[in-house]
C-alpha cells in the first residue's frame, strides 16, 4: 500500500479537488440524471480519499459496495442509452471505474495481506468488528496484481485522453465548466491509477 506521506497528500488533494468540482457542478448546473452522477462522483472521490489513509481504508466495506455497484449500474444505463454530448464511452468509463470501487473493496485486504501489511480494516458486512490483518508475507495475489494492473493501464490511459481534451481546449478557448469537467475526469483517472498501483 502507500507508504510515502507526501504521496497520500498529494492523491489526497486530487481527489479532493476532483470532487469539490463535482460539487460545485452538481450546485449550479445540469440535469437531474448529471447531478445525480456528479453526487457519485463526488462520493468516489471522499472514498478514494478514505483508501489512501491507513486509519480510514477500512471503513464502512458494505456501503460501499452497494453504493458503488449501484454508481456502477446508473452510468451503465447511461451508457446504453447514449447521448448526443457524451456519447456512449464516457458513461462507460465512469461505469467501469464505479465496477473498479466494488473490486477494491474486496481486493484491498487480499493485497495487504500478502504484502504482508498488517492493519485494522472492516470487512464488507462487517462494519464495526475491526480485524487484524496479519502479516503473511507471501506475495500479493496473482489475480489481484493482473486485474489491478489491467486497471491502472487503463484509468491512466483514459485520465491522458481526458488531460489532452483540457490542453486542446485550453488553446481555442477560455476556460469553461466543461473543459473544468474533463480536468476532474483526468484527476480521477490517474489519480486511481496510483492507488491501484500502490496495492502491488
Known amino acids: 500500500m502507500i507508504e510515502a506521506t507526501g504521496l497520500r497528500w498529494i492523491l489526497t488533494a486530487v481527489f479532493v479537488a476532483a470532487g469539490a468540482f463535482c460539487l460545485y457542478r452538481c450546485v449550479r448546473q445540469g440535469t437531474v440524471s448529471c447531478r445525480i452522477g456528479d453526487l457519485l462522483h463526488a ?9 489512501v ?10 456501503p460501499q459496495v452497494v453504493l458503488f455497484g449501484f454508481a456502477a449500474a446508473w452510468f451503465a444505463v447511461a451508457a446504453a442509452r447514449g447521448t448526443a454530448h457524451e456519447g456512449r ?16 473493496v474486496f481486493a484491498m485486504p487480499r493485497a495487504m495481506i500478502g504484502s504482508g501489511a498488517a492493519t485494522t ?30 486497471l491502472a493501464i487503463a484509468f491512466c490511459l483514459a485520465g491522458t485522453v481526458f488531460l489532452a481534451r483540457v490542453v486542446d481546449g485550453a488553446r481555442v478557448a477560455p476556460p469553461s465548466v466543461r473543459t473544468a469537467g474533463w ?8 489519480g486511481t491509477s496510483v492507488v491501484l498501483l500502490a496495492m502491488l
Open 43 to 51: 462520493a468516489m472521490c471522499a472514498a478514494m480519499v478514505a483508501m
Open 53 to 62: 489513509w491507513p486509519a480510514t481504508m477500512g471503513v464502512a466495506g458494505l
Open 89 to 104: 464511452w464516457h458513461p462507460g468509463y465512469h461505469a467501469a471505474m464505479m465496477l473498479a470501487m466494488v473490486w477494491m
Open 121 to 150: 480494516m472492516d470487512m464488507p458486512g462487517m462494519e464495526g468488528m475491526a480485524m487484524a490483518l496479519p502479516s503473511a508475507g507471501g506475495g500479493v495475489p496473482a489475480d489481484v496484481v493482473i486485474v489491478a494492473l489491467t
Open 183 to 190: 480536468g476532474a475526469d483526468a484527476l480521477m483517472g490517474l
